[in-house]
Nanobody, 119 residues
Framework: QVQLVESGGGLVQAGGSLRLSCAASGRTFSSYTMGWFRQAPGKEREFVAT????????RYADSVKGRFIISTDNAKNTVYLQMNSLKAEDTAVYHCAADSTGHMVFSYWGQGTQVTVSS
């Protein structure tokens, strides 16, 4: 029903920036909540940020507040994650996800994009 494709990952030095993109296709609705999650080697997947397609109701994990910005471009059906002041602990595979339930249950996931921050 919904396909999500992430891009924009790569290698960056600590203190640098990256912008991740999540292109959505298929049967998407304006009521869907979009989110970014990440999983570092040997660790559980963790919440990073969420947003409505309208651009409202943004939420962030404490670990990224003030550094990351989640945004949408409705015309392009794309969600972005601007990552600034990157730290080594931000290294992870970042996944885009969509929630169609309204209860923060993310049923649709992209394949992920690797972000590596070097010290």
């Amino acid at each position: 029903q919904v396909q999500l494709v992430e891009s924009g990952g790569g290698l960056v030095q600590a203190g640098g920036s990256l912008r991740l993109s999540c292109a959505a296709s298929g049967r998407t609705f304006s009521s869907y909540t979009m989110g970014w999650f990440r999983q570092a080697p040997g660790k559980e997947r963790e919440f990073v940020a969420t947003i409505r397609w309208s651009g409202g109701n943004t939420r962030y994990a404490d670990s990224v507040k003030g550094r990351f910005i989640i945004s949408t471009d409705n015309a392009k059906n794309t969600v972005y994650l601007q990552m600034n002041s990157l730290k080594a602990e931000d290294t992870a595979v970042y996944h885009c996800a969509a929630d169609s339930t309204g209860h923060m249950v993310f049923s649709y996931w992209g394949q992920g994009t690797q972000v590596t921050v070097s010290s």
